[in-house]
């Protein structure tokens, strides 16, 4: 045995010395879904669409609209200052005492024949013109003879949108010998691994409601739920370039002029920051001289058709910002999350953790997207 100097130092001391480690494992990946908590969480759809008749797989809800007021001439040729026949496209919205109105001038419609609507005093508003075909033809009123006969007019009839659930599954499978290893900030391997399996599907989860295609499955092909893209296809505005103020209340005005309102924004961190740089300037903000944090985080926009709630989501696509009506969208929840055990053929432990879920969106119209 060899002499040490006096007094011992840990340079003279060749005994192994105990490692200096953490008690716990620190993962950086992201596992947030701040869309799907957007929309009301994994089962956010089933008091806001209020589901009846149990579970299925594919999962169904109907819509309505009102009547259209507008429509378009389509006489093949233009209309001139006194004609008093009119064909239009459609001529089952019409009926007798509606007020329209082309262009400039207002007509009043006597009759309703198929797609001819006769126009008997011109004009009922404004000055008589000549009206180039194709031109849009508005119902702005309705003026009714008195003790007239009761007209027919037409219906809206109902539409069924749908779309169906899909299987998220995770398999976990630990060696009886690695499971009872002592480590450092695991008391059990196979307990750690099941609880990270959650939060890694609920990435996907989110990145499905962006990118989805909605798929009915077969015995051979997965069932798949369609994501935003397969529903938002009403009001979308491609500008080609970097989001501006302008355009972002272009395309909430094309939701608003529907009927929709939308109330939240999915946006890219690229595409947050861009927004914020819209409105984080000296025409905006105010410093005190004895402030000493300038800039500004933007959780809200106002815009003349309604305020938008801003939600930065890194699943989101940097080329599209969806401006979604939560009330008329969410996920419905098939079969929870669940960590289900499975036999063992080995030296292993084994189980499965599983879910079953599906996006709802409905009311096209009340959504936008704007995309660059």
Same mark, same amino acid.
């Given at each position: ?6 007094p ?36 956010? /759809?089933?008091?806001? *669409? ?26 093949g040729?233009? #209309? ?13 919205? @019409?009926? %007798?005492?509606? #007020? ?14 198929? =797609? ?12 008589? /013109? ?48 690695q ?7 695991? %008391? ?5 691994? !099941? =609880? ?25 092909? %997965? ?18 370039? /970097?989001?501006t103020? /302008? ?9 608003? =002029?529907?009927?929709? !309102? ?12 861009? #927004?914020?740089?819209?409105?984080? !300037?000296?025409? @905006? ?5 004895t ?8 959780? =809200?926009?106002?815009?003349? *058709? ?28 098939? *079969? ?15 189980g ?19 995309t660059?």
């Amino acid at each position: 045995m060899a002499a040490i100097d006096s007094p011992i130092t840990s340079y003279s001391d060749t005994t192994p010395h105990k490692r200096v480690i953490t008690d716990v494992i620190d993962l950086i990946d992201p596992t947030d879904a701040p869309g799907v908590e957007a929309l009301g969480g994994l089962d956010g /759809a089933s008091s806001k *669409f209020r589901f009846v008749n149990g579970k299925s797989t594919k999962m169904e809800w109907l819509e309505d609209t009102h009547a259209p007021l507008a429509d378009a001439i389509n006489d093949g040729s233009n #209309i001139d200052n006194s004609q008093v026949t009119i064909t239009v496209d459609d001529g089952s919205i @019409f009926q %007798p005492g509606h #007020i329209i109105l082309i262009e400039s001038e207002q007509m009043w419609v006597s009759s309703v024949s198929s =797609n001819v609507l006769t126009v008997a005093t011109r004009p009922y508003s404004g000055s008589a /013109a000549t009206h180039a075909d194709d031109t849009t033809v508005t119902i702005v009123g309705i003026a009714r003879l008195e003790g007239d006969d009761s007209d027919a007019v037409a219906f809206t009839d109902r539409t069924v949108g749908s779309n169906y659930t899909q299987i998220f599954h995770q398999e976990i499978k630990v060696s009886r010998t690695q499971n009872q290893v002592s480590q450092y900030g695991i %008391p059990e391997e196979f307990e750690y691994q !099941s =609880n990270k399996a959650v939060p890694q599907l609920m990435r996907l989860v989110e990145k499905q409601m962006y990118l989805g295609a909605r798929k009915a499955g077969s015995a051979t092909t %997965p069932r798949a739920f369609g994501g935003l893209g397969t529903f938002v296809t009403d009001n979308t505005l491609d500008y080609g370039s /970097a989001i501006t103020q /302008a355009n972002l209340e272009d395309t909430m005005e094309l939701a608003y =002029n529907d009927g929709g !309102s939308p109330s939240i924004a999915l946006c890219s961190p690229a595409n947050m920051q861009v #927004i914020k740089n819209l409105y984080d !300037s000296s025409s @905006f903000l105010r410093v005190e001289r004895t402030e000493d944090t300038i800039g500004m985080v933007i959780q =809200n926009v106002m815009t003349p *058709f309604g305020e938008l709630k801003l939600v930065m989501d890194r699943w989101a696509p940097a080329n599209t910002v969806y401006l979604l009506d939560p009330e008329r969208a969410g996920f419905v929840t098939y *079969f929870p999350f669940t960590f289900e055990p499975l036999a063992k053929v080995g030296d292993y432990e084994r189980g499965e953790v599983v879910g079953e879920f599906s996006l709802c969106v409905r009311m096209d119209k009340a959504h936008a997207a704007l995309t660059t």
